[in-house]
């Protein structure tokens, strides 16, 4: 019997998160891919782009959230979901917070900077203004994987020892 896939599950959309993250390695960013959903349809995909950009803030998340806003029109962004292959950074955690994303979706933690969590959980700091519910480990190991090749890569390279395409 085939298996029924269900479009408006996490696994889907951290999929597409992960086809971002792909998207980034190919061209030697960090592989973090991000996309907000609406009402069950995405409404924002993007990949890290600090690299091409020369932007610090050209994080997966924050490009995500931009586009979300434009494409809903509005700053808010309460009735959505954003999915992203790694545990949200301090900066982009404080946006999320700040737009008031009703749920972030990550599938891997950060131990040395993850705001969702790990290092800090400024995703539902009791103190600010809005908390947003957070569901972390979904595809964990493929978002693990990824990072890790990546960066394995990166090393190899730096080493000289050549290295080849990504993700």
Same mark, same amino acid.
């Given at each position: 019997?085939?298996?029924?896939?269900?479009?408006?599950?996490?696994?889907?959309?951290?999929?597409?998160?992960?086809?971002?993250?792909?998207?980034?390695?190919?061209?030697?960013?960090?592989?973090?891919?991000?996309?907000?959903?609406?009402?069950?349809?995405?409404?924002?995909?993007?990949?890290?782009?600090?690299?091409?950009?020369?932007?610090?803030?050209?994080?997966?998340?924050?490009?995500a959230?931009?586009?979300?806003?434009?494409?809903?029109g /509005?700053w808010? #962004?309460?009735?959505? /979901?954003?999915?992203?292959?790694?545990?949200?950074?301090?900066?982009?955690?404080?946006?999320?917070?700040?737009?008031? #994303?009703?749920?972030v979706?990550?599938?891997?933690?950060?131990?040395? /900077?993850?705001?969702?969590?790990?290092?800090?959980?400024? #995703?539902?700091?009791?103190?600010?203004?809005?908390r947003c519910?957070?569901?972390?480990?979904?595809?964990?190991d493929?978002?693990?994987?990824? #990072?890790?090749?990546?960066?394995?890569?990166?090393?190899?390279?730096?080493?000289?020892?050549?290295?080849?395409?990504?993700?």
């Amino acid at each position: 019997m085939d298996e029924i896939i269900d479009l408006h599950s996490d696994h889907y959309f951290m999929g597409e998160a992960l086809r971002q993250a792909r998207k980034a390695w190919g061209q030697e960013e960090v592989p973090v891919g991000a996309v907000v959903v609406f009402q069950g349809q995405v409404i924002a995909r993007a990949c890290n782009q600090v690299e091409g950009l020369k932007d610090a803030t050209a994080h997966a998340e924050m490009l995500a959230i931009t586009q979300a806003e434009a494409a809903v029109g /509005d700053w808010r #962004l309460n009735e959505c /979901d954003l999915y992203v292959t790694k545990e949200p950074c301090p900066m982009c955690a404080g946006a999320m917070v700040h737009v008031r #994303l009703r749920r972030v979706v990550f599938g891997c933690p950060s131990t040395k /900077d993850g705001a969702g969590g790990s290092l800090m959980n400024l #995703l539902q700091h009791p103190q600010l203004n809005h908390r947003c519910e957070v569901t972390s480990g979904v595809r964990h190991d493929e978002c693990v994987q990824m #990072l890790q090749a990546f960066f394995r890569e990166r090393r190899s390279e730096a080493r000289g020892g050549g290295g080849g395409g990504g993700g």
